[in-house]
């Protein structure tokens, strides 16, 4: 029985309409199959019963929000009568409150705590080290070489969070040990996401153990960026030193172990997501050469063969076009969850206290009711005297009081690496074919890409390898 709504707290109203159940339940395990077999595609396919529809997997009922206004209104004027759900249960891995997890006053306090690391002013400072961090990942690229781009991508923006955010620049070794490790935390929550009964972190099971493991060779690591910033708090300047510093109501510093699961958390966002929309980026350039020649053009007239700064990032307009339209076609987010607290009027419909609720970025962001040739890759949709879509049909970052943190950072960081990376190279597809997993993220796989040096030099910083004469071709692992 639904309970009772709590003091303060909009109740039922007698008008409201029954949730319409989505077509394609089967009759013991509702949606599952479906949902199995095409998790991409389920979503988009549920899109077409209505703006708020009812699926079920097994006995187990869950609400999916379709319609933009319904979802602006979750995410805004509604978001107090949900917790971020089952998602967000499971994200639990990285720390009990870290702030893409924490709700109520413990998610505004520290939100607040962390905002001036990403204010407009401070992301400007960063461009710098952005840019640094881009040159140092791409000083060993060669002609002709042929590797798994999104690996790399994934280093160059780990790398750009810890020498920003973190003032710390590990070597490749170690750079790698992190990474592994915040991804296997990350696949570790996904997968219990989907797993109805999964023993608790406690318990020495086998996944349990591979956890502990990854999380303490990623908590190691940091113990000693935190050990630097205490022992030197006046050379610091980042998000480690606004932890450092927070004080409770009582005067308390954080935790060492809050601190640590902030940096984690921090860092699994700040790496998978910029590197996987980058992925899809060049992918979507080299089937799209006009583009890839756009881009071109504008990086070398906007940086006359100089390096980045933060006073260009406005004029590379094409560029950030680019950015815009592939968190559009290949957003990361292929399901969100809420929670309803008590019972809540949405739109025309009554959802229960304690509801599942899910949506999709992914399938929202390829509604043709919204989107005009939605499949198809335009970053000049985006120019003002087109036709933009509804509010609430582009959330790239979310929206409302738990609209990410880092948008700023990420647009900038996106619009930085691509400009120094297309300055001097071309990427190439090597022929295979390219699908979306939806597993972290809807990431591409494969994408094996080769390097094609362009053919004259339109960049200031350091000579590449390929500008330093012929090297040897290698292939990545």
Not at 66 to 95: C, I, V, W, Y
Not at 307 to 319: H, N, Q, S
Not at 398 to 422: N, P, T, W, Y
């Amino acid at each position: 029985m639904p309970s009772a709504p709590t003091p303060g707290t909009p109740s039922a109203s007698p008008t409201a309409r029954a949730v319409p159940h989505a077509s394609g339940a089967g009759p013991v395990l509702g949606h599952v199959l479906p949902f199995l077999r095409d998790r991409l595609g389920f979503f988009q396919r549920v899109r077409r019963d209505g703006p708020l529809v009812q699926v079920r997997f097994g006995p187990i009922p869950a609400y999916v929000v379709n319609g933009p206004e319904l979802l602006h209104a979750m995410l805004t004027s509604q978001a107090d009568a949900f917790d971020k759900g089952r998602l967000g249960d499971k994200l639990r891995l990285f720390g009990e409150n870290t702030l893409p997890i924490a709700d109520g006053r413990e998610h505004l306090t520290r939100r607040r705590l962390l905002q001036p690391a990403f204010h407009r002013a401070q992301v400007a400072g960063y461009v710098e080290g952005m840019r640094r961090t881009a040159e140092k990942e791409t000083a060993d690229w060669r002609d002709g070489e042929t590797f798994d781009l999104l690996h790399r991508l994934q280093r160059m923006t780990q790398d750009v969070v810890m020498d920003v955010l973190y003032s710390d620049s590990p070597e490749r070794e170690r750079a790698e040990e992190i990474l592994i490790g915040v991804d296997g935390i990350f696949r570790a929550a996904i997968r219990r996401v989907f797993t109805p009964i999964a023993p608790p972190k406690w318990v020495p099971t086998p996944r349990n153990r591979r956890i502990r493991r990854v999380t303490d060779t990623v908590h190691t690591h940091f113990s000693q960026v935190i050990e630097r910033h205490r022992a030197h708090p006046d050379r610091y300047q980042d998000l480690v030193s606004l932890l450092l510093a927070a004080r409770d109501e009582e005067g308390r510093q954080l935790p060492n172990e809050e601190v640590l699961a902030e940096m984690t958390a921090f860092l699994a966002a700040g790496t998978e997501t910029t590197a996987v929309t980058l992925g899809w980026l060049f992918h979507e350039l080299a089937r799209h050469p006009e583009y890839e020649r756009r881009l071109h053009e504008e990086v070398d007239t906007v940086l006359a063969g100089g390096p980045i700064t933060a006073d260009r990032l406005p004029e590379l307009a094409f560029t950030r076009r680019l950015v815009d339209e592939t968190l559009r076609l290949h957003h990361v987010g292929w399901i969100v969850t809420r929670r309803t607290r008590h019972p809540v009027r949405l739109g025309d419909w009554e959802l229960p206290a304690g509801a599942d609720i899910l949506w999709s970025p992914y399938a929202l962001h390829r509604d043709p009711a919204y989107y005009p040739e939605p499949l198809r890759f335009d970053p000049d949709r985006w120019l003002p005297e087109r036709p933009q879509p509804p509010r609430g049909a582009y959330v790239p970052f979310g929206a409302g009081k738990r609209m990410c943190i880092g948008d700023q950072f990420s647009l900038a960081e996106a619009v930085v690496l691509v400009a120094v990376i297309a300055a001097r190279w071309r990427l190439r597809d090597t022929g295979a074919e390219v699908r979306a997993v939806p597993e972290i993220t809807v990431h591409p796989a494969p994408l094996t890409m080769r390097l094609e040096a362009r053919a004259r030099r339109a960049y200031g910083g350091s000579p590449t390898a390929a500008e330093q004469g012929p090297q040897p071709v290698r292939e990545a692992s």
